[in-house]
C-alpha cells in the first residue's frame, strides 16, 4: 500500500460558503368543525403528499381490547360506505398513489401519496377511508385470522421479545406497556367495536390535516372544505392514564430464546415526554453516548471490542411518558463483558463532564442532518404531523438548531445524572437462558425469567460456560472489586 | 386517464481522470445539502469459492482508517459535520455514500480520496471488523427466521458459485481471509479505474470538478481486474428441497426463477409482469391467494436485478390447511392467465402511472440520484440513462408482458424451497402462516423482509452494510413513519 501521500491530504478541509435552508412557513386554518389545516406548497417535483393525523393512538386502546387501533387502521382500506377492499386497492394502484394508515402509541395517520395531477382524487379517497369505512365482516374475520397468525410468527423474532418485555417492564398498567394484541383481544374485535371506537375517537376536533406539495393553498383549502367539512363528531374526554411504575432496584429480565446466536440487550429506564424542557440536553446527552456510530457505546462495544455490529442509545419520548435506552445485539459468550462496557458507559456519561468537542460534534450532528431530513415531502410532513401531535411550538423548525445550540456540558450532565439511571435500570435480555443466566447474575439484584410467549418461567439449570463468557464475568468481578 | 406531467430531468455533467476515474456531477440547488457516492465494480460476484464474504467484509475495513483518517475517523468526520453516511455490498457492487450539509463537499471528498489513495490494513481491525461481520450475519441472517432459508433459495437457482453465494458469505470463509488477501483485493479492485464517484446537490460544478481532480487525480490507476465469470448454464430443471428453520414460528413457501440480466429487452417486460403478479395489495397474486382462497397470510416477491443472470423469487406463508402444493398451482394458473390473456388496460394504466410516481418521487432526494446515476455509470458506461429509462419501461407493450411471463415463468425450470418449523415432524406438510409486509426495493442477493414485521420494521433488508439500521425505536406496532427524533439513518 501506498505510506507517503501528498502533503494536502494532510488536514481535512475546510468548508465551503455556508449555504442556508430556507424553511418553508406553513399556512394554517382551522375548519369550523374543528380539524386544523396545515400547507406547505412546493413546486419543486410534481408531487403531493397528505397525512391526516388525529390524537388517538395505541394507548387509547379499550382496555379490554388491546391492538384493537391497530386493527382499526388496517381496516380502513378494508372497505367503505362506497368501494370494496379491492375497489380501493385497483383505484389507488391505478393512480399511482399510496394510501395507507397505522398508529403509533399517542395518534393515528392516514397518509396519502400521488402525482399532483392526482393529489384531488386520492385525497377523495382519502377522506373516504378516514371518515366513512365500514368493516365489512368477511374483511374483518379475514384480518382477525391473519393477525392471529402474526401474532405466532412475531414471536420468532428476538426483537419482538425484548420489545415486548421491555415495555411490560418499564410501563407497568400505562397502556405504553402493549406491543401487540392478544389471541383473546383479537377475537374481541367485533365489527361493532370498531365501529364505536371509530365514532368515537375519530373526531375532526384535534385533528390535523396536513398537506406538502405542488398543490395551490386556496384550491387544496376549498377541496378539504367540501371533503371534510361535513365530517362531525364530539372530542372524546382526555384519558387518564396509571402512572409508569416506579423503578428501585436493578434487575435483569431474561427472556429464553432456546438456541440464539446472540443476546438482545436493552439496558431502559424512564425518561422524559416529548414536551418536557429537557428534552433538548438529553438528545444532546443521548447523541453523545450512543445516538450515531461514532458515539461512544459504538466506539466501546463494536470498534474497540468487537460485541456487536452495533451498540446505540434512544430516545423515547412520548406524550405521556418516555424511556432511555441502551441497545446492542452481542453473541452470547460476551453478554457479561458487553454489560460490563454498557455500564461502564452509562456511569462515565453521568460522572464525568463531556468535552467541548464531544458537545460541538454532537450539537453539529444534529444541527446538519436536520436539512437533510427536510429534503423529501416525506420528511418535511412528518415533521409537520409531530409537531401538531406532540403540541411543539409552532417555531420549532425554525428554532430547533438554536435550542440544540443552547446546550451546556453542565446540561449535559445534569440530564444523564436525572434521566440515566443504571442503579434503577431494567436489564432485558433476549437470548439462550442457559448461556446467560450466570452472564447477567452479577450485574444485577436478582434476575427473572420469561418464557418465548412472555409467561414466566423457572431459573434454568446451570449451564457450562465457554472460555469467552468466564472471562467476561471475571473482567466484571475485578471492575466490581476496583470500585 | 393519464396525468399531464411532466419528468423532473436529472441533470448530468460527466468527465474521466487521467486514472481512468469516472466521474459524474448533478447540480440541484433547492435544498443546501450534497451526496457523494462512490461505486466500486466488485461484488459478491468477483468472490471466488472459499472467499465468500470478502467484498462485504473488505467494505467494514474501508472504515478502518487510511494514512490521513484516523480508524472510525470516516463514521466521526462525517456525523460530526452533520452528514449521514453507509457502505453496502450486493452482488454487484460495493459503494459508499454520504449526504453532507453543501458546504462539506470537500470533506466528503477527502475522505473519499484518502482510503482510496492510501487504504490502512492491519490484523488488528481485520480482527475487530471480522467479529462485527460475524455479529452481522448473526443478527441479519443466523438468528432471524427465513432469512438463511432465503440465502439457500439463490443456491437452487444458480448453478454458477459466483451467482450462489451470498453476499455476507460463511463464517468459515471469513476466518480464512488474510492481511495479504485483503491487501491484493484493494489493489486490484479498489483502483480508481474500476470506480465511478458522483456528487448531486447543491455545489458549483466547477468547484466541484477541481475538488475531484486535486483529491484523486494523483491515484495510481491500476491493471484492470478479470471480469467477473457470471455465466449460467441453460438448464431446464426444477428443484425441490425442505429447508428446518430453527426460529421459523410458521412454515414458509419461496420460489426461484431465472431470469434474463437487467436492461435486456425481456428484463423490462418480466419486472412489469412481476408488479402485475405481486406488487402491493391490488397485485394478482395478492387479491388471488391472500384475499379469495385465504390460503396465505402474507405474499411478497420480486426481481433480484443484476448484469448477469438474474432471478424472481415469491415468498409467501401458508395458513394451517393449505398445502404448498395447492398455492403452487395457484401461483401457476395466475402465471397461465397473465401468459394467456396478458395485462388488462387498467392494469397497463397502473404500471404508467406507478412508473411515473416512483421515478419522480425518487429523485426528491439526492441520494437516490447520485446511486442510480452511480449504477447506469459503472454497469452502462451511461449515467444519462437515468432520464431514458423511465421512457423504456413505458414503451412496454402488454404483448411483451404476456410473452415475458410464458417464457420465464411457465416454465419446468425453477426452485422451490418448503420452510419447515424446527418442530415439524419428518415429512410433515407445512401447516401455518403470517403475513409479509409490502416489499422494501430489493437490492440484488437481499434477503427477503422479514415475515412478519416486528414492531417496528429492523435493518433493512438491503444488501449487507457496514452500519447497522438504527435500533428500532421502543414503540408500539405501526408506529407512523417516523420516530420522533433524527434515526441515523445509517
Redesign the interface.
Known sequence: ???H??T??????????????NLPVPFETTLPNGLTLVVVEQD????VNFRL?LPT??AHDPLQIP?LT?LL?HML?EGTEEHT??QL??E??????TLTA????D???V?A???A??GEQVLALLAEVALRPNFPENELE?AR??SH??L?????????LA??R??RVMFGEHP?H???PTHESIDATTRDALAAFHRARFVPRGAVLAVVGDVRREHIIARAGELFGGWEGEAPAETRFPDPPERRERVAYVVDRP????SNI?I?NLAVT?THPDYFPL?VMHTILG????ARL??NL???K?????A?S?????RHAG?F?A?A???TPVTAASLKEFFYELGRIRDEEVSEEEL??AK????????????????LI?QL??MKM?GLAPDYLHRYAERVRAVTREDVRRVAREFVTPERAAVVVVGDAGAVAEQVRPFVERVEFYDGEGQPKEAPAGAPESEEAAAGADAQEEAANAE | MSATLTLPRVGVEQFALANGLRVVLSEDRSVPVVSVAVYYDVGSRNEREGRTGFAHLFEHMMFQGSENVPKAGHFQYIFNNGGTMNGTTSTERTNYFETLPASQLPLALWLESDRMRSLKVTQENLDNQREAVKEEKRLNYDNRPYSNAFLHLNELIFRNPANAHSTIGSMEDLDAATIDDLREFFRIYYAPNNAVVTIVGDFDPREARALVEKYFSTIPAQTRPAPAEVDEPEEVAVRRETYRDPFAQLPGLMLGWKTPARRTADFYSLSLAADLLLEGDSSRLYQRLVKDEESVVGIQGGIGERRGPSSLYVFAIPKPGHTTEAIKATIDEEIRRLAAEGPAPQEMEKLRNNILNDFTRGCQSTLYRAQRLSEYALYDGDPELINSEVERYLSVTPEEIKRAAARYLMTDNYSLLEVVTAGAAEGEAPAEAAPAPSGEPEEPGSPPPQVPPPPRSDAPSTASSSLPAEPPPPASPGQPASPSEPPPEV
Open positions: 500500500m501506498e505510506t501521500t501528498e494536502f491530504r494532510r488536514e481535512p478541509p475546510p468548508p465551503l460558503a455556508h449555504r442556508t435552508l419543486r417535483l410534481p408531487l393525523a393512538g395505541d391492538g391497530d387502521t382500506n377492499s379491492r386497492a385497483e389507488v394502484a391505478r393512480l399511482g398513489a397505522g398508529a403509533s402509541s395518534y393515528t395517520t397518509a401519496s400521488a402525482l395531477a392526482y379475514l385470522q391473519n397468525q402474526n405466532i410468527a412475531q414471536r420468532a423474532q428476538a426483537s419482538f420489545t415486548e421491555t415495555a405504553y402493549v406491543v401487540s438456541g440464539s446466536a446472540q436493552i431502559a416529548r438528545l445516538g450515531t456510530a461514532s459504538f466506539m463494536r470498534e474497540e468487537g460485541y456487536t455490529y452495533g446505540y434512544s430516545l423515547d419520548a412520548r424511556t435506552r441497545t445485539e452481542v453473541r460541538a460534534n453539529s450532528y444534529l444541527t446538519g442532518v436536520f436539512p437533510i431530513r427536510l429534503e423529501t415531502q416525506e420528511g412528518d404531523v409531530q406532540h
